[in-house]
T-cell receptor, first 116, second 113 residues
């Protein structure tokens, strides 16, 4: 069965600090997909990134970067020089490809608070 | 842009009332989902549907039912609302396939008194 663990319930930082949100997953499938979503105070989850299990390249998008390591079953998310607008709940999710459950499993989320 | 809309942002109901939460998507997605979000528990899947008139139970279907009569619309029904159903309800849609991104609605905050 697939499982996603976000051990950090809440993280509080001061603006301009770097912060890393951890995501550890479990799956028996060799083909799977990992996602990160952001939920700002308005409530609507917004897609940030998707990674498939065959692509371990790290990804950078502006101040956001993602580190996918199959050896440790982790897909961590780093925000560089955090800003108040980054304050949100961030969810990591996993779905498995054919043969497994394609319905995503979400972690419990990490609430990030960025203080000015 | 994909748009997922939910009928209400905030709803207050009394115990025992029948409650309908409506979700509409405009991108011809096959999959639609209803989640419940509670502090410390993350997103929990209530029901999902991969086609019209098709539905599958999620992790916490008890006390809920769903209806999908048209592809774009997925309704969540609380037959007899209870206080422990006070929560944030999120609807999502996606194309079929494990690699597909989910698109979420703004959520409905339901308070059952």
């Amino acid at each position: 069965a697939q499982k996603v663990t976000q051990a950090q319930t809440e993280i509080s930082v001061v603006e301009k600090e770097d912060v890393t949100l951890d995501c550890v997953y479990e799956t028996r499938d060799t083909t799977y997909y990992l996602f990160w979503y952001k939920q700002p105070p308005s409530g609507e989850l917004v897609f940030l990134i998707r990674r498939n299990s065959f692509d371990e390249q790290n990804e950078i998008s502006g101040r956001y970067s993602w580190n996918f390591q199959k050896s440790t079953s982790s897909f961590n998310f780093t925000i560089t020089a955090s800003q108040v607008v980054d304050s949100a709940v961030y969810f990591c999710a996993l779905s498995e490809a054919p043969g497994g459950s394609y319905i995503p499993t979400f972690g419990r989320g990490t609430s990030l608070i960025v203080h000015p | 842009d994909v748009k997922v809309t939910q009928s209400s942002r905030y709803l207050v109901k009394r115990t025992g009332e029948k409650v309908f939460l409506e979700c509409v998507q405009d991108m011809d997605h096959e999959n639609m989902f209803w989640y419940r979000q509670d502090p410390g528990l993350g997103l929990r899947l209530i029901y999902f549907s991969y086609d019209v008139k098709m539905k599958e139970k999620g992790d916490i279907p008890e006390g809920y039912s769903v209806s999908r009569e048209k592809k774009e619309r997925f309704s969540l029904i609380l037959e007899s609302a209870s206080t422990n159903q006070t929560s944030m309800y999120l609807c999502a849609s996606s194309l079929l396939g494990a690699q597909e991104t989910q698109y979420f609605g703004p959520g409905t905050r339901l308070l059952v008194l």
